[in-house]
């Protein structure tokens, strides 16, 4: 599916890191720990999924299929979203600390596509950015109050932030076809650039709130991300290995490259197939339905 | 934990109108619950809130063109499924003509305890 056109990693790269974690923010509607915030996060998901949709529109040109079929009609092998939105909701620390790592790293690549050289692809960035401010506000407030919050908060927090971490880097994991993206100025900066500057601020903010140890869980050569389970799906090339975090000149930055290949080469962790059999199993049931 | 009363703008020329409540720990969390829970779907184009039995207003940052969103929601409001139930009539007939029939059973229409020749 992703030979020719490298607009098309991409584009699915984007849309299916929204797509899949909006799948497991769904997952909390009914459950949240109070009924505001359960529909706060009933919104911050059906935003992704919007945001999913919006994506493989422009994508549709470029695979021939229908949005419903690109969206619901691939294999797993298929889908490049990366693993950190793949994962298990956990407890609702987890789940925050996931939302803050994903939407504070959404932003820096969003405001680096912003101003990408592909007129479409800019615009519908643009669209999505007044969406995702909500979902910033919504992490960085989440993130001040347990952060600073009792023990207890405070401790299952740090906890969440430092399981999610290093499969937070990985969303920067290079795409396929990066290099001619980067030529044609749809991708204004590289993924590395962009890792860095995100980096950067996510360090700012756990040292503000003495959080930072959590990143020293990945240090350099702690980054691998080993599958755990006979059920990884083989997407063809070695284990994903991340860039360690160290903190190095007053900044926290990364330390080595990505090697192998992860989520961005339809690469996907054990709990990907249980997520993309019932996320898909209407569609595959009913392929072609109109609604 | 405190109740707050949400306040909102249809309009840039209206004042502000309770449109509803919530319950939060402090004005900022406040705020953001009442965004996503009264606002979502275009309902106005500023937000407040009060401590119930208070006076202090706390104003929202979110401006017009940010506040309920920008992607298509119709599917949330009432008006996004006009035309489901003549959708529903035409599927029906088309089956009807090869003697199918959608199966299943139907949620009863009247409320619990009314009595069913209320209705006749």
């Not at chain 1, 919104?43 to 945001?51: K, L, N, Y």
């Not at chain 1, 009609?73 to 994962?87: F, S, T």
């Not at chain 2, 063109?65 to 119709?74: A, F, I, N």
Request: with cysteine.
């Amino acid at each position: 599916m992703l030979d020719g056109d490298p607009r098309l990693s991409l584009l699915l790269a984007l849309a299916d890191d929204e797509l899949v974690l909006g799948h497991r923010h769904a997952e909390w509607t009914g459950w949240a720990p109070h009924i505001e915030e359960d529909l706060a996060f009933s919104s911050i998901a059906q935003d992704e999924m919007a945001h999913a949709r919006l994506l493989y529109g422009l994508a549709q040109p470029l695979v021939g299929l229908g949005e419903d079929s690109v969206a619901f009609g691939r294999r797993p092998v298929d889908y490049l979203n990366a693993w950190l939105c793949e994962r298990p909701n956990g407890d609702w620390a987890y789940t925050l600390a996931r939302q803050y790592l994903y939407d504070t790293a959404d932003a820096v690549r969003l405001e680096a596509l912003a101003s990408s050289a592909w007129a479409e692809l800019a615009e519908l960035v643009k669209v999505m950015q007044l969406e995702e401010k909500y979902h910033l506000d919504h992490g960085r407030a989440w993130f001040r109050r347990l952060a600073e919050g009792p023990v207890t908060a405070r401790q299952k927090f740090a906890d969440g932030l430092a399981a999610t971490v290093g499969e937070a880097v990985a969303l920067f994991e290079p795409l396929p076809g990066e290099e001619r993206l980067l030529a044609d100025g749809v991708m204004p900066r590289t993924s590395e650039d962009l890792l860095a500057q995100w980096l950067e601020a996510l360090g700012q903010d756990l040292e503000a709130v003495s959080l930072d140890f959590v990143l020293e869980h990945h240090g350099p050569g702690t980054g691998e991300m080993v599958p755990t389970s006979s059920g990884e799906i083989a997407g063809g090339e070695g284990d994903l290995g991340v860039p360690g975090v160290v903190r190095r000149d007053g900044r926290w930055v990364h330390d080595g490259g990505f090697t192998g290949g992860g989520g961005r080469r339809g690469r996907h962790s054990e709990d990907f197939v249980p997520l993309w059999e019932e996320m898909t199993g209407l569609y595959r049931a009913h392929p072609g339905a109109k609604w | 934990m405190d109740v707050w009363d949400v306040l909102g703008k249809r309009t840039a020329g209206d004042e502000f109108v309770v449109v509803g409540g919530l319950k939060a720990p402090d004005a900022e969390m406040a705020l953001l619950l009442a965004r996503e829970t009264h606002f979502r779907h275009k309902e106005g184009v500023a937000y407040a809130v009060r401590r119930r039995g208070e006076g202090d207003l706390h104003v929202g940052s979110f401006d017009a063109e940010q506040l309920g969103g920008v992607t298509d929601r119709s599917y949330r409001r009432q008006e996004g499924y006009v035309g489901v139930g003549a959708k529903l009539k035409r599927v029906r007939e088309a089956l009807a003509t090869r003697g199918l029939a959608i199966g299943g059973h139907r949620p009863p229409a009247r409320r619990g305890g009314e009595r069913e020749d209320a209705h006749a």
